[in-house]
Every structure is written in C-alpha cells, then in structure tokens.
DNA sequence: ACGCTCCATGTGACCGTTCACATCGCGAGA
DNA sequence: TCTCGCGATGTGAACGGTCACATGGAGCGT
C-alpha cells in the first residue's frame, strides 16, 4: 500500500557533520576551517587559501597534498568568511513581478543557470503589486542581502522610475526598459516583434484589427503597441484604439465578448498569448470561429499555444537567451566577449491556425 | 517617437555610497560600520550591536539616539559579518526543477514571500535534469551558499532518494515525498484529488477511462495513479493501464493521437492541465468533440484551464498555500502554531465544461 | 662569487559582527 | 549601612577567510 504523497521534514541529527573521523586532528566540533586543512596538511593556512583561489606559484605537489586533505575532511568554504573579508557576495538578486508567468519564470530560470556557471549565487524577491513600497521593499531585501548585481524583471514604467529614484548602488539591467541609456543596450525588438505581427494580419488582408494590449505601464505593452502602431500607419491601414489588458486569459475573455457585441473587426493581435487564448474563448461563445470569423495572433509562444485551438499564430521570445545575455551583461563579460552579445534579440513569428482571410 | 524596448545597463558611478556627508566623521571610503555608528552615537559597538538585536536592557534614550545616526549614516548591517560569526545565513534554499510551470513558479514565489516575511532569504538551483549529477550539482550549490534549509520542488523518486545519500545536513522539505517519515508529514493529498476526479467521471457513467499519467518517477504522478487506480477499484470499474507522460502538452497530443486510433474508451484523466490541453487538440484533429466524443479532467487548474476550449474540468491544487506552509514548517514555526496548519491540503474538483455523459 | 629577480611559502592584521565576560551605578533587603 | 542583584553599558576575543608584506632559496647575468 502506497501511502499519500505528503510533504515531509526531515530534521538533521546534529548540525556539525559527523565525519567519520578518518585519520587524525578530528575538527573541534565546528565544521573544518582553512586552518584545520593546514595543519593536518602541513602547510600554511595561506597556501590553503591559495590553493582554493588557483593561485599560480604553488607547487603540484603542495597542491594535490592540500586537495587530498580538503576532500578527507570534508572541507567547504565559508562564503560568509569569505564576502566579508573581500565585500563581494557574488549573488545576483531578482527583482521580480509576475514571476508565476512563463516568459519571467523561463528568464529567471536562465539566469540562474547562467549566473551559477559563473559561480554566482542567485537571490530572488517578488513583489506582489507594482506600488513604490512593495519595490522599495523588495530592493532592501535584496540590498540587506548585499547583492553585486540586480535583474529587474517587472518592467513596469514605475519600477524603472522607481529605482532611478532609490540610487541603486550595483550594476542593473531591467528587462525592457525605455531605452534611456543607448550606450549600455541590449535590443530585444518588442517592437519589431509586434509589428511582425500586425504585417502578418495585414497581409492577410484585414484592415479592421483590434489591438488588446498589456497593462499602460508595462514597458514591453508599451513597445508592443507601439509596434502595432507603427505598422498599422506605415501600411495606412485605420487605427482604432488599443484596449488595456492585464496580461490575463481572463481579461482577454471579457474584453473580447465585449467587443464582440459591436464586431466591426476581423482581427485582434493580443499583447500575450493569454489574452489571446480568453480572446478566443470568447470568440467561441459568441458561436463563431477562430479564424473563420476573427483571425488571432497572441505574443510569447508560450508551450501551450501550440495546443490552443486553434492553434494560437504568434511571436515566439527567446526568453531563455535573454537571460543568459543578462547575466553575461552584469557580469561584465560582454567587455570583451563576442560583439554579437549585444546584437538585437530578434523575435520570430511563428505562424499556426488562429489567422486567416478576413470574413468581410 | 518612443525609442525600442530594450535592456538597459546601469553602472554605479561609483561602488562607495555618496553621502551627501551630513555631518561629521565621513565614513572613510567603506560603508559605515557598526563602531562608525557607535563613534559618532558615542557608545560603544556593542551597545549599537544590542539595538540592532532588539536586547531589552537599552535605555529608550540611548536606543533612539543610535537609531538616529544610523538612519543618518545609512547605515546596513553587513549580513556577511553576522553570518560569519553566527553561522547562520538566514537564507533558505530551493532546489528546484520545472521552475518554469505554473504550479513550481507559484510555490516557489509564495516560498519567498513567506521567507521574507520571516526575515529569510531565499536562494534557488534549477536543476535540468533529475540525474544524480544534476542534482548533487544544484545540492553543493546551496548548500555553498551556507543554506539553513531547503525546499526540494523537484518531486522524482530519484531526486529523494539522491537527497538521502548526499546526506543533507539542513533540514528539508520535499514538496510531495513518499511519505517515508509520517511523523514530519503535512499531506497534500493528491491521491485524493486524483480519486475526486475519477469519481467524477465515474459519475457521469463513464466506464472506459484511461489515465494520461506523468513521469514514473515522479512523486505526484505516482499518487495521482494511485487515486485513480483506487478510485476506479473501488467502483469495480475494469481499469486499463496508464499511460505514462511527460507533462507537456506535446505528449498529450501525441498521446491522444494515438490512442483515438482504436478509441476503446469515453474519457481521460490526464495528470495535469498541459496535457488535457494537447489531448482535446488531438480529439479534435480527428474530428470528434470534448465531451460529446471524450470527456476529459485535468489537473491543477492553471489559470489558462478556464479559457481552454471547452473550458476545462479539473483539480485545484492551491499552491500558494503550499509554499507558504513547507516555509512554516522548515522555520519551525509550526511546533507551536495553530494545529490546523499541519492538516491535509484538500485539492478542490472545479467543474467546468469538458466532461459529458460517455458517448456509448 | 655576488647581487638580483622570481618562485614558493609563511606571518600577522583585518573585514564587521556577535559572544562571553567585566564594570559601574543604584535601589532593596538584611 | 552594607551587600547583593540587576540593569545598562563597555572590552576584547573570536568567526574564517583574504590581503600586504616578509622570508628563504634557486636560477642567472656579470
């Protein structure tokens, strides 16, 4: 008989390790320090040191002696010992909104698979709403943690406004920011990648194409209707006003039955590909058909838009890249690494079932 | 004309806090220490170290008055120093796989809420893959850090039993464990989840019903078995054998595909909503329809499961909660907290609209 | 053969906290 | 009045690394 899966504790028998005691010098019930690997060693607590920081002149020899003792006693470094002596933490901290969605969290996941790589630690804080308090908070979360190095994955307007005016004190980069300062840019085209979209629709023929975009202060909603924008005018093709959304299928859904109730459209292109699925549902509910009635195309390529139905047409990010180009960017690596680095991040369009002919 | 969205990179013009030097003694190029406090409070360190530590024996007066000073020195503990000589790190570590799904992107936020309500940190490792190296690799990593505890969200058999051999020396939790050591157990009952939504198609008098399950190794995906396997026992309804996936939407279109070739059944319990989603894209590439030909359930009711089409009938996991509690638990708050916190999580059935009676 | 440089290593101080213990009043019980 | 206890504060030593500097040979040009 199985028994349920459960969430169980498991409580250490003692915190010192309980080494089996191999040889001589047992560690005096703390856990082993530099000094212990020297003594039982034989050598300096320096040339420890030195043999953990790769120090060039250091004797094979010496060295491998060092080594061998380090794995008999199971020796860890102190990371404390060490940030407070060279006041580098070598953590990264997080700043994050809405990290439950699939392009933050995919993000997230790459940057600490990037910064770990690099031997850096990862630290994360969510702020829940996107008020000055709630980051102001989570900053000094982060600070007290004496981070080297911020990602600000919540790019919101007033996140950036709000850092600007806390002086942070560490190299940032904010995942899509206002492009304020050129010289240290990253392009990852939210622009370009929206007007991908919108060309798609037009090239379908619609000329009656809602926009359903992301709320007013996200910067990458802002881009992508700027996007919208500026294709729809450089193709002449009449605007009508974007609707702000939050991002959410829910929101999608009831904007998109509201809309509905007058449907003088034939497209919509949602911000995400959430909205886009609501949109879709409503579209459905309203007994019509996707895209017999409305064409759709969403914005992200997250997993399950392949299996919407119709399968959703829509801009893929490569957020996982973007994330190691983040950490590669505050690590400072790109100094002097491949100028491809700091080329454009090109989103693509992948194109399904959601978009076709305009039904009049 | 709003310039591209884009990464921005923000260089500190200098690493030292330029204080506008208020004023006297300027903290002399470092971050104003303890005794820069103490000087210029004109105490002792010790007495501003027992203000930071809240000791009761200070006089209000001499209380405020450090407080004064540090807010005018800007002063922040160095969390390092105090780690070093308390060897405690005050920081939690979470192993994690799968970060970017919905239900481990929300434990995990709602562990760091928790954690930083209670003056904690948290750290995370992804790992890629469940393999042994995998797993002790994202292991060293936090446990480097100097972590206090750890939360291991990658529920795999393997990733437990890896974990026992490694001999954690921290206490842990594991989000879904076998349920080894019932005495630390806080029972998040997926089996009886899985048997709600057996049940539930049972009801609807559905007798051939095949089980779309997740990785065998899988901790969850196992009990969810088990409930379904249980449930389905003891109705006397003849069960098939599961069918084992991968989670992703992907395998359930394939999985779907190949099984509406014979189509010896009326309805599917998939382990989790991607794969319900890719199953009813497969049912309607052949030209049937959810649930007049298959009825399906999900599980964990993704925020997308409402809007999927037809909305989907599932199981809610809250895990939110979840997180919230494996950090009450791993601080310890729980030995003299409210009993009812070490209750079973009941996961909810949220019926929607893709089960029907069976179509023959 | 002499001094110079460089390699391999050792010595002691220091990073910013907390801990253990000492000190100094002051009010209370004898 | 004397001492005991405790409240409020100070003193110096850890904690476990790294840094700056010192030391003692080996190799080498002159």
Redesign the interface.
């Known amino acids: 008989m199985?028994?349920?899966?459960?969430?169980?504790?498991?409580?250490?028998r003692s915190?010192e390790?309980t080494v089996p005691e191999p040889s001589q010098e047992p560690p005096k019930g703390?856990a082993p320090s530099i000094r212990d690997v020297a003594r039982v060693a034989g050598v300096s607590h320096q040339t420890v040191s030195r043999v953990l920081n790769h120090h060039p002149s250091i004797r094979p020899e010496t060295k491998q002696r060092v080594l061998d003792v380090m794995a008999e006693l199971q020796y860890?470094?102190?990371?404390?010992?060490r940030?407070?002596v060279t006041?580098r933490?070598r953590?990264l901290g997080i700043l994050s909104a809405s990290?439950?969605?699939?392009g933050p969290?995919?993000s997230?996941?790459a940057i600490?698979?990037a910064a770990?790589a690099a031997g850096y630690?990862?630290?994360?804080?969510?702020i829940?709403s996107s008020d000055a308090v709630s980051i102001a908070d989570g900053l000094a979360?982060l600070?007290?943690?004496?981070i080297e190095g911020l990602v600000v994955i919540a790019?919101q307007m007033r996140v950036f406004d709000t850092l600007a005016q806390l002086s942070?004190?560490?190299?940032?980069?904010?995942?899509?920011?206002?492009?304020?300062?050129?010289e240290?840019?990253?392009?990852?085209?939210?622009?370009?990648g929206a007007r991908l979209a919108t060309r798609h629709l037009i090239e379908r023929g619609h000329r009656s194409i809602y926009h359903l975009a992301g709320p007013q202060d996200w910067?990458?909603a802002?881009?992508r209707m700027?996007g919208f924008l500026d294709e729809m005018g450089s193709q002449d093709v009449p605007t009508t006003a974007p609707i702000l959304g939050d991002w959410?299928?829910?929101f999608?859904?009831y904007a998109g039955r509201e809309l509905l109730t007058v449907r003088d459209f034939t497209a919509i292109f949602a911000s995400n590909d959430?909205m886009a699925?609501?949109v879709?549902?409503a579209v459905?509910d309203a007994g019509l058909e996707v895209p017999r009635d409305v064409s759709i195309v969403g914005f992200d390529d997250i997993?399950?838009a392949?299996?919407?139905?119709p399968?959703l047409t829509t801009v893929r990010q490569d957020f996982a890249e973007?994330g190691r180009?983040?950490v590669a960017?505050?690590l400072g690596d790109l100094d002097d690494a491949a100028p491809e680095y700091r080329g454009t991040i090109v989103p693509e369009l992948i194109v399904r079932d959601s978009v076709g002919a305009p039904a009049f």
């Not at 199985?2 to 250490?12: D, F, L, R, W």
């Open positions: 199985v028994t349920p899966a459960c969430v169980t504790v498991n409580m250490p915190i390790v703390r860890t470094p102190n990371r404390a010992a940030a407070l006041s933490s953590t990290s439950t969605h699939y969290a995919s997230i996941a600490e698979s770990r630690w990862v630290s994360t804080a969510n829940e979360h600070r007290a943690q004496g790019p942070i004190d560490v190299p940032y980069v904010t995942l899509q920011s206002t492009g304020r300062d050129p240290h840019t990253l392009s990852v085209d939210q622009i370009a910067i990458e802002e881009a700027r959410t299928a829910d999608g859904f959430q699925l609501g879709m549902h459905r997993p399950e392949a299996h919407f139905w399968p973007l180009r983040c960017l505050l």
